[in-house]
């Protein structure tokens, strides 16, 4: 007998009609309980964490926290058993995998890993979706994957290398367009990491750090924008209405832009903002029900031209715990001194 038994092989029912995307939350649901309790459940956090599932691409997140209380409450009344039973019956094949890996993802704890009292849930979970062993272990993989790609500064979608700091054979990092070089601004000893992919090159370590630097040659149009704008309407509407939705906004729903600057006499014209990242940072911490939640941040970033490219240079400021932010003027100014000393440490060619 197992104490899963009364999930997995329970017999209980309930009256609820589930569709196969509510299926794949309700799975969420049940692996965030089972080894729980019902109370401990952040309803909010874990709609979050369904959002970036591709299945839930027409759903706002708001509508996603909605399915998530739904289905607590019929946990609540009629066991986890009943809410399995449906939920698998609402399963189809386009989505058994997504709801084995919602399954799997929050069991994950902070250095990304299952811990072995959760290891056996998952198991019950993967024989009772008919999930093939070697399927399973490809799954968490790529979700491990795709967190470690996330947490590393949303990065996009294209090939992704990441070298470790004491691996790269250099103190330099020179961009393979040879338009700069940059001494690396994390060390080893903390587990520094240079990721970087076409345009884009990031440093972060174990202790939350991370400066990113995006770099584009500017198109012919571009410049004809740039006449056409003035500079600092170009390089605000670069920024604010492009990058940061983009790079920022579509993966901490939550985040906002609450300071923007132009800097007219700073590299011939650049333009700052600083952006508040709620539960935004790269570095989680893990909270009392298991579930690893990543800390509040603050994001700074400049954007500059230097000869024919654009620049994003940015830098972030993470939360613990009895962190407290100043005003978002002081942070504003902190952040925005803390990223023109490292691009003052940048070599342009």
């Known amino acids: 007998m197992s104490k899963y038994d009364r999930i997995f092989d329970s017999k209980q029912t309930t009256e609820e009609f589930l569709s196969p995307e509510e299926g794949v939350a309700a799975i969420a649901v049940i692996s965030a309980i089972a080894d729980s309790s019902i109370e401990e459940v952040d309803a909010e956090a874990l709609a979050t964490v369904l959002w970036d599932f591709e299945v839930f691409d027409e759903y706002s997140e708001e509508e ?21 039973n449906t939920a698998s019956a609402a399963l189809n094949d386009e989505v058994v995998l997504d709801a084995y890996a919602a399954g799997a993802i929050v069991l994950l704890d902070e250095d990304l890993t299952i811990a072995s009292d959760k290891e056996p849930f998952l198991q019950h979970l993967q024989k009772a979706l008919d999930i093939e062993d070697e399927e399973a272990q490809e799954i968490v993989q790529e979700i491990i994957a795709a967190i470690e790609e996330a947490e590393n500064g949303n990065f996009g979608d294209d090939d992704v290398e990441i070298i470790l700091v004491q691996d790269y054979g250099d103190t ?10 940059v001494p690396i601004p994390v060390s ?3 587990g520094g990491r240079i990721q970087t992919q076409e345009g884009v090159v990031g440093f972060t370590d174990d202790i939350g750090s991370l400066v990113r630097i995006d770099y584009y040659p500017i198109p012919p149009e571009h410049e004809e924008e740039i006449d056409s704008l003035g500079l600092e ?3 605000q509407s670069i920024l604010v209405d492009r990058y940061v939705p983009q790079a920022i906004f579509a993966h901490v729903p939550n985040a906002e832009v609450r300071y923007g600057e132009y800097l007219e006499n700073t590299l011939n014209g650049a333009y700052y903002v600083l952006v508040d990242m709620p539960q935004g940072s790269t570095i989680s911490k893990q909270e009392y029900n298991g579930n690893a939640k990543r800390l509040d941040a603050y994001r700074g970033l400049l954007t500059f031209i230097n000869t024919d490219f654009l620049y994003i240079v940015s830098n972030q400021r993470s939360f613990f715990n009895g962190d407290k932010p100043g005003t ?22």
Do not use: C, W
Request: negative net charge; hydrophobic residues 45%.
């Open 64 to 84: 996603i926290t909605e399915i998530v209380y739904r289905l607590i409450d019929i946990a609540q009344a009629d066991g986890l058993g009943a809410l399995f």
């Open 172 to 181: 330099v990092y020179r961009s393979p367009l040879a338009n700069f070089s």
């Open 188 to 190: 080893a000893e903390e």
């Open 233 to 235: 309407e170009y390089l």
């Open 328 to 349: 978002v003027e002081q942070e504003a100014e902190m952040l925005k001194n803390k990223i023109l000393d490292f691009v003052k440490s940048i070599q342009f060619s």
